[in-house]
C-alpha cells in the first residue's frame, strides 16, 4: 500500500529554532524523497531532493533519509519568520514514471 | 528562472458542465503531470504524460478526465461533465528528463469550484 504519514501540525516554534520535520512511509519501493514548501495560494516549491539513503545539505536546509526505518527528515536551521509554511514530504518508486505519493503537509509557524 | 504557470487561477463552473485547465510546463521538459489537492487533503496523483500520450493514471481519473498538449506548449486537463467532488485545487508540474536527478517542477495552480 502506498501510503506516507505526516504530523499536519501545526508547529510552532519562535525565531532562530532548529526544526525538525519528519514523515515515515510504508512502501520500502520508495527511492526517490523530495520536501516541498507550500505557501498558501500557492504551489509546492522544491526545497531538497534525494535519491535512496543519505544525507543532503542545502544552506540551512538539511534531508535526511533512512530507509531501513522508513523516515526521512528535514532540518532546518536558524529558522525565519518567511520560514513559515506547508511542508509537504513526497517519495516515488524507480518505476512508477515519477508518480509522486504525498504526505498532508505540515504546517509551520515561526514566531519572531 | 524558468516556471511553470497555469491558468486561469480560479474556475467557478456549474456541476454537468465541461472544464478545461491550462498549463505552460517549463520549455525544455518532457514529462508532465497533474495533481489534485481536495481541501484539507493530501495531493494526489492524476496522470502523467509523456511523448504525446499518457504514461501512468491513477484510479482518480476516469473516463470524465482526458490530457491534451495540443501545441507543443500547452497542456490542457479536460473534464467533461463536472462533479461536485472535482472541487480542489489542479496542479500541474513537469520534468525535464527521467534521470534520477530531474524533479518535478510545480505551477501555482487552478482552484476549481463546482457549483
Known amino acids: 500500500q502506498k501510503e506516507v504519514e505526516q504530523d499536519p501540525g501545526p508547529l510552532s516554534v519562535p525565531e532562530g529554532a532548529i526544526v525538525s520535520l519528519n514523515c515515515t512511509y510504508s512502501n520500502s519501493a520508495f527511492q526517490y524523497f523530495m520536501w516541498y514548501r507550500q505557501y498558501s495560494r500557492k504551489g509546492p516549491e522544491l526545497l531538497m531532493y534525494t535519491y535512496s539513503s543519505g544525507n543532503k545539505e542545502d544552506g540551512r536546509f538539511t534531508a535526511q533519509v533512512d530507509k531501513s526505518s522508513k523516515y526521512i527528515s528535514l532540518f532546518i536551521r536558524d529558522s525565519q519568520p518567511s520560514d513559515s509554511a506547508t511542508y509537504l514530504c513526497?517519495?516515488?518508486?524507480?518505476?512508477?514514471?515519477?508518480?509522486?505519493?504525498w504526505g498532508a503537509g505540515t504546517k509551520l509557524i515561526i514566531k519572531p | 528562472e524558468p516556471e511553470v504557470t497555469q491558468t486561469p487561477s480560479h474556475q467557478v463552473t456549474q456541476m454537468g458542465q465541461e472544464v478545461i485547465l491550462r498549463c505552460v510546463p517549463i520549455?525544455?521538459?518532457?514529462?508532465f503531470y497533474w495533481y489534485r489537492q481536495i481541501l484539507g487533503q493530501k495531493v494526489e496523483f492524476l496522470v502523467s504524460f509523456y511523448n504525446n500520450e499518457i504514461s501512468e493514471k491513477s484510479e482518480i481519473f476516469d473516463d470524465q478526465f482526458s490530457v491534451e498538449r495540443p501545441d507543443g506548449s500547452n497542456f490542457t486537463l479536460k473534464i467533461r461533465s463536472t462533479k461536485l467532488e472535482d472541487s480542489a485545487m489542479y496542479f500541474c508540474?513537469?520534468?525535464?528528463?527521467?534521470?534520477?536527478?530531474?524533479?518535478?517542477?510545480f505551477g501555482d495552480g487552478t482552484r476549481l469550484s463546482i457549483l
Open positions: 513526497a517519495m516515488s518508486e524507480e518505476d512508477s514514471n515519477y508518480q509522486l505519493i
Open positions: 520549455s525544455n521538459h518532457l514529462y
Open positions: 508540474a513537469s520534468r525535464k528528463s527521467r534521470n534520477s536527478n530531474q524533479p518535478q517542477h
